[in-house]
């Protein structure tokens, strides 16, 4: 019989992630509170639930593709949510960025039950989810690798395998989650402060990805700029939460994280001028907007 996943979350994410499952011939069972995302999932071959129990129920594998620490705990333990109905030695994949203490508070509240708790971050965009070779930074216990491991492979180019306790995974992606919002932010000034100098962006973002000062996120995040185009692939307020969350566990620790402080005032502002929801290349938008730069699709105050 084939592995039985569920995933839960058919967001950008989430839906490339359970088509992948599908190629490699899981019997998969999506869920979403979007009714119109699970119906698009049944069109193409899979199978629909309405709530997190149901999508559980008789489940090796359940695939948490959420937002953060809240959304998680209420799919797993709310009404209706997944522990009610997931098989004792089941696992509980959460790929959701939250902190690393709710993590292991998390897995530790699942495996009294006699379930599995993988603490499984993933990275990659929506491209890299819909052909199954995401980044995946996990940590467990061997028994959830051992019970996950075919369906983590259907969905990663890469798992990385980091430690056997919940938590780990968690504390690696906001290391790159610190990272990547800097990362965006710095690309979406400089840009902005290119277009502020009267320079042809275009041919910046050529000369810039074949030089020294080039980044992952200048390079894939510019291009939206250049279209005009914020249709959200990542959003603002995912920054907004992931860099919080940053300078929550830096406070804690007492460590000075200031750069990253920076980057976080900038995705704030953004959001507070209404592109919260936007794509998070709407950083050099503010830009433009402050100081009356024209952008492509926009208009300079």
């Not at 491209?127 to 996950?148: C, D, H, K, M, V």
Request: hydrophobic fraction near 50%; charged fraction near 15%; include cysteine.
């Amino acid at each position: 019989m084939p592995l039985r996943v569920a995933v839960i979350g058919l967001g950008s994410m989430g839906f490339g992630m359970a088509a992948s499952l599908r190629r490699a011939g899981f019997n998969v069972t999506g869920c979403d509170v979007s009714a119109a995302s699970v119906e698009r999932f049944v069109a193409e071959g899979g199978r629909g639930a309405r709530t997190p129990a149901e999508a559980a129920s008789g489940a090796d594998v359940v695939v948490s593709v959420v937002v953060n620490a809240a959304q998680t705990e209420a799919i797993l333990f709310g009404a209706g949510g997944v522990a009610e109905t997931l098989p004792a030695g089941s696992v509980f994949v959460s790929s959701a960025t939250m902190d690393p203490e709710i993590a292991r508070a998390l897995a530790a509240r699942l495996e009294a039950t006699g379930r599995l708790y993988l603490d499984a971050p993933i990275s990659g965009g929506a491209q890299r989810a819909a052909s199954g070779e995401l980044t995946i930074l996990a940590s467990g216990t061997p028994a959830a690798f051992t019970r996950a491991r075919a369906a983590l492979d259907a969905m990663a180019a890469k798992l990385y395998e980091l430690g056997d306790a919940a938590g780990q995974g968690a504390a690696f992606k906001m290391i790159n989650q610190l990272l990547a919002g800097v990362h965006i932010a710095a690309a979406c000034e400089a840009i902005a402060f290119a277009a502020r100098q009267g320079l042809d962006i275009a041919k910046v973002y050529e000369v810039i990805t074949q030089s020294a000062g080039n980044s992952w996120m200048f390079e894939n995040r510019i291009p939206h700029v250049l279209d005009g185009d914020y249709t959200p692939r990542s959003a603002v307020d995912i920054f907004v939460k992931d860099l919080g969350i940053i300078q929550d566990m830096a406070r804690g620790a007492k460590f000075p994280v200031p750069v990253s402080a920076a980057a976080l005032q900038m995705f704030l502002m953004t959001s507070a001028a209404g592109m919260g929801r936007d794509d998070d290349a709407s950083v050099a938008r503010l830009y433009a907007q402050v100081t009356g730069t024209a952008l492509p699709g926009d208009t300079p105050r």
